[in-house]
Nanobody, 124 residues
């Protein structure tokens, strides 16, 4: 079992930046990838970005390409997501997840372990 804990959310003005962190612990050596998802009020959870532990391959939702960057620090078992040029529509609870398998790291059902989430609020 892998445990993940998110941090770094908060309130920011539009066009501002935030960096989210996700610390993983437990059986991380068996984890293929880490992902970020978000859920806005009244909406379904959606994929944001993911990264594979070994090769650092990254994947992004079209809505965040060019603005968000996912990265990792294997030594710290930590994944980051730098969010720039934030928009009010980015407001959501952001969740980190561990799991995935080759070719399957962009949907929620691909991941096994989830954090509690961190709130990101972007004011206009």
């Amino acid at each position: 079992q892998v445990r993940v804990v998110e941090s770094g959310g908060g309130l920011v003005q539009a066009k501002g930046s935030l960096r989210l962190s996700c610390a993983a612990s437990g059986r991380t050596l068996s984890t293929y990838a880490m992902g970020w998802f978000r859920q806005a009020p009244g909406k379904e959870r959606e994929f944001v970005a993911s990264i594979t532990w070994t090769y650092g391959s990254t994947y992004y939702a079209d809505s965040v390409k060019g603005r968000f960057t996912i990265s990792k620090d294997n030594a710290k078992n930590t994944v980051y997501m730098q969010m720039n040029s934030l928009k009010p529509e980015d407001t959501a609870v952001y969740y980190c997840a561990a799991g995935g398998r080759p070719g399957r790291i962009t949907t929620g059902t691909d991941f096994d372990s989830w954090g509690q989430g961190t709130q990101v609020t972007v004011s206009s």
